[in-house]
Every structure is written in C-alpha cells, then in structure tokens.
C-alpha cells in the first residue's frame, strides 16, 4: 500500500498503534502538539541524531527494520555517554511519496525492538513528505544522577574503551563491496557478524560508572573522539597500539583482504563504544588503551616507537575523508 | 566560504559561538553526546518538527534568517498549544555541501531572535551533510504547571481562535504567484503583511488560561484541527462563518484577487494561531467562533444554513489538496 492511500493522518495512527507508550508517566503521547511526561530527579538528558539516505544509510544493503534498530541504538549511545538512562523517543521522519505503508512499518519495528530492550517509550514526532531522501530525525530523552561529560579527564588518568574496535567500519567496507556484486551473496559468518556490527549496533551500558571522569561514545573514530575529550578538558593522550581492541573476526577479514586491521579500529567510526576515562588502577571490564597526559597526542607501536596522532576519521562537508567515498 | 572549508566540527564550533546558552540550569550544551539541563517541576514537554526543502519551503522567496525564525516560531507554537512555557531547543540539520557558511550563520541568527524574544536555548542538535534538500528538524522542550491537551472539551463549551485566520495561507498564495514572475517586484504594504505572516508567523500565549478545557494551534487549517480537539474530545463542533475573524488585509486582497477569504481562513493552515475550547462564558480577548455540541461537526452560513464540514485542509501525502500544489 501506498501512503498516499493512508496519508498523514493515517500514519500517524497507524505510528500510534505500533508504539504507544504504556508508561504513567506518559501524559500526553503522540496525537498531540507535544508530547508530556513526568520527570524524577531534576537532571534531564536530551541528544538529537539525523540520519539521510544516501549519506547515513543505503537501502541497497540495509532493511527498515535495521535502519529503525540502528537508528534508536545511536541515540540510545548519546545518553549512555553521558551517565544517562534513556527513556523518551521522539522521531521525525520526511518520506518520499513513492515509498510503502509496510516500509515504514519495518522501520519502526526496529525502533520498538531496541526501545524494548533498553525502557524506552516513543512519544512523540513529526511525519511529513520528502521530495528526494528519506530522513529521519530522532530525539531521546534521558535522566542521569551523575552527568558524566566529556570534560573531566585529568592527567594521570587511565583511558579506556568498553568493547572491541573496528568492527562496524569493516562491516560497512564488506558491504559496499556486496553492493557493486551483481551475483548471489553468501558470506561466511565471521564476515555476517560484522556485516550486522554495521548494521544493528548493540550499545552497552557501563556496569560501574561511579569514578569516571569523562566518557564519550565512539561515532566517529577513536582518533576523533579521543580528540573531542582531549580538546574539552585540556589534556593530552597516549594511546598503544597494542592495546586497542580489535575483535577475531575483523582480524580473519583484514587479513584476508591484506588490510590493517587497526586502521578501522582506529579512524573507521560508528563503533557506538563507550571511550571513558577513569583513574588509572579502575576496576573494570573494559579495555585499558593509554593514559591522559598533560600535553600533546601520541601513539605508541608495538615497537614502542612514539608519534603524534591527528584526529582522522569521519566528518561531514570534508571531502577527503579517511573512508573517502563515505558521505558523498 | 563553502562548508567544506570549516567541516563539520568547524560549523558546531560556529554554532556555539552563535547559540551558546546562558543560563545556569544548562549543565552541558552543544558539543556533548547530550544536552543536559536541570527542570524545574516535573511536567515536561517535549515537541519535534521537520522542515525539508521543496515540501515546507522554497529558497526562492524565503531568506535563510526567516526560515530559522519561522522554524522554531512552530516549534514554540506546539509548546504553547499544551499550555505550557518553552525552554530548550535543538536543531538538527541536513545541509547540502555547496551551501555556504554565511547562510548557515543566517539562519541561527533568526533561530536566535525568536529564542531570545521567548526565553529559549539552543542546547544542541546535529550537522550533517544532505544530498538534496536542506532539512531541518528540531526538538523543543517546555514545562507546564497544567497540561492542555486536544481531548479535554466539553458539551456546551464555547470554541476560541486567538487571532485572525487565513493571513498565512493568501501571503503563501502572494508569494507563489511574486516567484512565477520575473520582472521586479514591489508589492502594496497589505499584501507584504500577509507574506510576512507566512514567512515569519508569530506566535502568542494566551494571558489566561486557567478554564480552558482543550487547545491546538490551528498548523493545518483551523476545519482540520478542529477536528482533531473533536475526534479525541470525543464530541461535535458547531461553528458560524459570519465569526470567523479575518484580517482587513486579508480581506481586501482576496477582494481584488476575485477569491474568497473564508476559503483562507477555513483550509488555509499554518497560522499559528491558538485554537481553544473554554466555558462559553469565558472571559478572554480571542473570538469566539461556535460552541462544542454532542456529535456532528457543522458550519452556519451568514443566512443560517446548517450544513456538515470535513476536514479539509493540509495534510502530507495525499495528492488531492485543497492548495492543490503544495507539498508536491
């Protein structure tokens, strides 16, 4: 069915019917000018994310359903990075004309699942027509008893990341090659799963956030967000080669396609990782990968040679990127 | 300067510049994975809203610093509609890369006028890069000591319109026809007011708002809207044409134009206007235009003829439009 068949209104029920919130604190949910909640604690998160075909996505290689997942799992990320637990999603959402009432179905089964998962109810947002892409903007709300930001980082302090590197990066490169293939497609499973870290990225929760000084999540490449925590507190840092995380699969794939594997670890971008700092000796699951210094940002290689790092990875409007044909 | 010279990072270091908020209750702003704010209460709003390029507006008759004020203007006019005071905004944006950064400076310059006229921060939001079309989409949060919502009116309420209608609608009408020619263009100063009606519309709160029973801000054409405050009220609406207010501006354009001003007023939209139910006593500045009844929604013309409305007016994908052109 077309949309056109159920129009605006129509969708906006039928938005209603998939995703109504259940929760008393729900005032007012969609269907309404705004949407209305209860808030407890009076430390209130809001992160706003935007993603546009044919620059954050390409339904060539990714389902409704995965886009929707993904697309709430990255917001979800924001509020985990910043001590928050997440609770209300509002999603806007510009859609060419030409496009299925079951398409945006999809889409948003994927939101529900991971909004399952992880307590968070949709309440709110916009549904309009878009004349080329279809866009979706999204914001999710969250509450924190200690907000943690990305400026606190003090010198001495140990830098650590929550889950192994480079996956998704590598996902993106397998699936871009799957793209130009015209024949059937059947990859083995290590290179499925990071086809899906891509796809479907999974944000964690810290178990134990009680002394981290700063935390960001890894969107755009560990050298950039490093740099962003550096930048906002003041601080240098020394990160080891060695101690990045790199996981069994991307190290099988590179090596089969002679690419270095720390490469994508380190500039690929969309981990949606938890980069935290926290004092040296802090008892954690994570991955210890450097130390905040006074001044300056090295690498260290495994032959403990020292150089300075610059933050490459992915930014918008730049045309030479690291991953050069992303985002044009 | 094209974007490409600043880069994303770039053009978030100028938005902070522009927008950094003031205020003491913002514990982190733009340049965090969140905003985070302190709220005071514990009713929050939250509203969205998604502005795209060729659908909602047309570069070629609006100025950048117009779209920006125009863009939270609806924002706050949501905020209003549920009673209640805003707060915090963010933006986020799809920007094509041949755009240039004076542009992008433009815009926020009007987003900070219409902020700073209400009270509001800019927080947060996100930049990236569009393909097509400019898109805009932004969240705005509130708080309220009583929530107002579509579904609170009664039987025997009188039902409100706080300002003239239709005046948006003809300055949209005004500014099709001024693009379609080529030759200069100097407009008498009634019909420059209908087009800056459209271009940059205004909204207002109502100074009491302790017995109103329901309220909506008249975005898709008061016959339309209405119909919502009916159908989640669960009760009928009678409203007289003759009551309808209408601008002398308004009035004297659709004169020479040869068209009728109600058909503005009725099905135009995007007034902005508060459209609201109370006691049909109610002591209030706004214009009284029918009352709530049981079921039926009907319309009494100047000579007291009865006869049922729809809901016509403007909605997204449905190709038959009472502004048959728009949003194609």
Chains 1, 2 share one sequence.
């Not at 004349?131 to 650590?160: M, N, P, Q, V, Y």
Request: charged share 25%; hydrophobic share 35%.
């Amino acid at each position: 069915m077309q949309l056109s068949k159920i129009g605006e209104f129509g969708l906006v029920k039928l938005i209603e019917t998939k995703c109504a919130a259940s929760s008393s604190d729900v005032i007012a949910g969609i269907g309404d000018d705004a949407a209305a909640v209860k808030v407890i604690g009076n430390k209130f998160l809001i992160t706003s994310d935007m993603m546009i075909e044919g620059i954050h996505f390409d339904l060539s290689f990714t389902t409704f359903y995965q886009l929707g997942y993904k697309f709430l799992a990255i917001n979800i990320s924001d509020i985990l990075a910043m001590g928050g637990n997440p609770e209300y999603f509002l999603i806007s959402l510009g859609i060419p004309e030409t496009y299925k009432v079951s398409d945006i179905k999809e889409l948003y089964s994927g939101i529900k699942k991971i909004g399952d998962e992880f307590g968070v109810s949709v309440v709110g947002g916009d549904t309009c027509a878009s004349k080329h892409d279809l866009t979706l903007s999204g914001t999710l709300t969250g509450t924190a008893k200690r907000i943690i930001t990305r400026s606190g980082a003090k010198e001495g302090d140990g830098i650590f990341v929550a889950d192994t590197l480079g996956d998704s990066a590598m996902g993106w490169h397998l699936l871009r090659k799957r793209k130009k293939k015209v024949k059937s497609f059947s990859p083995p499973s290590h290179r499925l799963k990071l086809m899906k870290k891509h796809l479907m990225p999974q944000p964690a929760q810290l178990k134990n956030r009680s002394r981290i000084t700063s935390m960001i999540d890894i969107s755009d490449g560990l050298l950039i967000d490093l740099t962003h925590i550096c930048d906002q507190s003041r601080v240098g840092a020394i990160i080891y080669r060695d101690k990045i995380p790199v996981s069994g699969e991307l190290e099988k794939t590179a090596k089969n396609l002679k690419k270095d594997p720390l490469k994508f670890a380190l500039k690929g971008g969309e981990d949606y990782v938890l980069l935290f700092t926290a004092p040296r000796r802090y008892k954690t699951d994570a991955f210890k990968i450097g130390e905040i210094i006074r001044r300056g940002r090295f690498i260290v290689d495994s032959k403990g040679r020292k150089t300075t790092f610059k933050p490459e990875g992915y930014e918008h409007f730049v045309t030479t990127q690291v991953q050069s044909d992303k985002g044009t």
